[in-house]
């Protein structure tokens, strides 16, 4: 199951989007040319992907070893891991399987609603949740005490997103001369692709404006796509 999760969130990474249109992808590899499945679909839209599969290239081969209960644990049980992996509001129902005699498998995923991340003015209380974000982020993560450090300065300005009790986001920008340098901006991997970064830069870049700010500066690396996207 955690290698099935682990792969779910590579997937979800390399596509970058954790939406329905990029778990239709995934499924439709299933089934391409050569594939172990045929699929047959049934509903596709923004919050359902349903499909049958009606023929199961495992099923047969662990028929064949006369060893179904097995392959239900080892193949079909690996389903659910893979989907909790690529997001956190995916879920999976199935009700049957060729695997235990089914004349198919029933797959019918629902897209949880996401719920809004809340953002708000950062203080150095924060320092230690910002800097957990900011090392998962990059290679280099700053300290507990470089993030308090920053949050004391009168020149520096930082906001947090929010998602109920947990932070999952943050930017900080240094102000000086009438221009302003962002020094970082990071989201949570779980929260990545759902347009978060680009909400908290534009309510930043509102309250820098309000700050009397003219230029703003973000210096990212050329491999960083999502940066550079911003």
């Not at 006369?66 to 009700?95: I, K, M, N, P, Q």
């Not at 995923?109 to 230690?128: C, F, K, M």
């Not at 949740?129 to 009168?154: N, P, Q």
């Amino acid at each position: 199951a955690a290698i099935a999760r682990e792969q779910g969130e590579a997937v979800a990474q390399a596509l970058g989007r954790d939406d329905l249109d990029g778990f239709g992808e995934v499924r439709d590899s299933w089934g391409g040319a050569g594939g172990d499945l045929t699929i047959e679909p049934v509903r596709h839209d923004g919050d359902h992907l349903d499909f049958n599969v009606t023929r199961c290239r495992f099923a047969e081969l662990y028929d064949r070893l006369g060893a179904h209960d097995l392959g239900f644990v080892l193949s079909c049980g690996r389903d659910f891991a893979l989907s909790e992996g690529y997001s956190d509001r995916l879920h999976l129902v199935r009700t049957q399987t060729i695997m235990q005699g089914a004349a198919f498998c029933d797959f019918r995923y629902r897209l949880a609603a996401a719920q809004a991340a809340e953002v708000a003015s950062d203080a150095p209380r924060d320092a230690a949740a910002l800097a957990d974000i900011h090392a998962a982020s990059f290679r280099h993560g700053w300290s507990d005490g470089e993030f308090t450090r920053f949050l004391m300065e009168r020149n520096v300005v930082a906001q947090r997103a929010t998602l109920g009790r947990s932070q999952v986001g943050f930017i900080i920008s240094r102000i000086g001369g009438g221009e302003a340098e962002i020094l970082s901006v990071a989201v949570i991997r779980s929260q990545q692709g759902r347009g978060l970064a680009r909400r908290l830069l534009t309510l930043h870049l509102g309250r820098l404006a309000g700050l009397g700010v003219k230029a703003v500066f973000l210096e990212v690396d050329e491999d960083n796509a999502p940066a550079r996207r911003l």
